[in-house]
Structures are given as structure tokens and as C-alpha cells.
């Protein structure tokens, strides 16, 4: 397939995905909403709001960036960050649920996709793997080595959704660099060399900076504020009391 065969059914596929994303966003938002109007006690007006501002700041960090391939991938400003304290503190659900929003919104604002299913294995999939970083206060007592952990494991996670999206476009025709003929006649081949260029920058980053952030307490801090007050247990009436 030639290149500007390969363009032309991107940026159709693209139109139509990014407007059903825009929707996406929309419902996201709508089903969160109204649990949190039904009182359901995990999506109460704290936990929304926290993720709305995580989200937003996530988003501002991701445009100062630098792109060393086309196309896609770049390393961020610690993008991730923002999204990774949330979930730390609120758990894999949560997690899931922001890192999908995360992904909606990076495709609405530059969306690239080839097919349907690049786009579900790039912006979606591969963003709800910060969910995992909701497993990483289980790992051990130790925070700063947890969130270390956490943030590997997410990249591992989004590194291989990553990998396979870029198998299926890789396999329609090598565009972006020359390669050996072995390489590009072997999608998992170039699709790793393309990942490799920037997934683990961007992860180092992350790591780095939520290991400061641990190391100095502003981590606790930071979870402290999220998470919600327990109120005060109700005194129980005994009989004295109440003779």
C-alpha cells in the first residue's frame, strides 16, 4: 500500500473517530456525574473534582514536549504524573476511568490513528494502563520504591498496547525511516525500535519525579488532601446514659 494511500485512509478514519471521541468525553463525564448525584459513595464531588484537576494538569504538561518520531509518540513533561498520584491515592477503577478520559482527550486535541483498532489500542487502552499504578500501595511499605514500581509497571503495560498498534500499522508499509530490509519486513521489529525511542525517556521522567516527590513527603502530603475525612464514629447510647 502506498504512503499517500495509507495517509488518506488515516485522516478519514481519524475525522470520524475524533468526533465519537469528543462524545465519549462527554458521556465519560455524564456517567460519573450522576453516580456522584445517586451518592454512590466512591465517585463523591471530592474524588471528581480531584480528577478533573489531575486530568487538567496532566493535559498542560503533555504540551511541552519533544517528538523525536513522527506521527505519535513524544516525551512529555511528566505528563503522567498527575494521573499516577490520583490513582495511587484512589485505586485501579478510578485509575482506569481517568486514564481513559487522559486518552480521549490526547486524541481530540492531535488525533493520528490508521484504523479503529489502533485507536482503541493507543487511546485507550494503552492510557487506562495507569490504572495499574492503583495496585502499587499493595507492592510493599515502602513508598517511594512503590511508586517507582508503579510507574514501570504502567509503561510496561502502555509499552506493549503500543507495541502491538504499531505491528498492525508498520505491517501496511514502512514510513517514517530507513531500515534494514530485515527490519522492515518485520513489523514487531520496527514497532519496538519506534517505541524504544521514546516510551522509556518518558517513563524515566515520571519515576524520577514521583520518587521526589515521595522522598520529600510532598506525596503524603498530597495524598492526605485527597483522600476523604472520616467522620466521627456516632456515640452509642448506653443505658446509663440514658436513665
Known sequence: MSLNALLEISERTTNIVKWISVGCIFLLFGVIALLCVKGRKQYDAKKLAFAGVTLGLSFVLSLFKVSPVPNGGSVTAASFVPVLIYTYVYGVSEGLLVGI?????NFATSPY???PMTFVLDYLLAFASIGVMGLAKKFTKKTTFNVVLGTVAVY???FVFHLFSGIIYFAQ???????PGWAVSNGFVYSFIYQCIYLPADCIIAAVVLYLLAKL?????LAALMRPKKSAAPAVQT???AA
Do not use: C, H, K, S
Not at 478520559?101 to 482527550?105: E, I, N, R, T, Y
Not at 508499509?173 to 530507513?178: I, N, Q, R, S
Open 101 to 105: 478520559a487522559m486518552g480521549l482527550f
Open 173 to 179: 508499509d514502512a514510513v517514517w525511516m530507513e531500515l
Open 156 to 158: 510496561v503495560v502502555r
Open 113 to 115: 490513528i490508521l484504523t
Open 239 to 241: 443505658e446509663e446514659n
Open 217 to 221: 513527603g510532598v506525596l503524603d502530603q
